[in-house]
């Protein structure tokens, strides 16, 4: 059951990190972010989703290469409610910054007044932090298959 999940779990971490990191580096990048909240809130998001991915991508891999245990009842519940917590956050922080995007773009026609590139790269980072907040959706996902499983089999 273990390794059925395994794989699917980690490949999912590894995209949440290499789109989160291009998220992240497409804000950075664009000059103007900082005069906005909603990109401060996509920045904020990633920053949290970023080091979480990476320690439980640390993690997920230590328990499958060497055999270690499970987290117990309760570590695994509240793993499962920060992955879906995370998930919520990073999808409202990308549909605000593509809100934002599309608003700048056909309504306020205020890209002609930003640095050049910058609402390719708004768009950019809230399409790929919208990517992010499905692949974690999937994690979550896994993760209580893989608790409901486990209690399953206990109670077998």
Do not use: N
């Amino acid at each position: 059951m273990r390794a059925l999940v395994a794989t699917p779990l980690l490949f999912c971490r590894v995209a949440v990190i290499a789109l989160c990191s291009a998220s992240l580096a497409c804000v950075v990048a664009a000059t103007d972010a900082g005069d906005y909240t909603v990109f401060r809130f996509l920045e904020v998001v990633l920053y949290l989703q970023l080091p979480w991915s990476l320690t439980r991508l640390a993690y997920d891999a230590v328990v499958t290469l060497f055999d270690a245990p499970l987290p117990g009842r309760r570590a695994s519940w509240a793993i499962v409610v920060a992955e879906c917590a995370l998930s919520c956050l990073t999808y409202a922080a990308g549909a605000c910054t593509l809100a934002v995007q599309v608003h700048f773009e056909r309504d306020a026609r205020a890209c002609d007044f930003l640095a050049p590139g910058a609402c390719r790269g708004y768009k950019a980072s809230a399409l790929l932090a919208l990517l992010a907040s499905v692949f974690t959706s999937a994690i979550a996902a896994l993760l209580f298959y893989l608790r409901a499983s486990r209690h399953a089999h206990a109670l077998g």
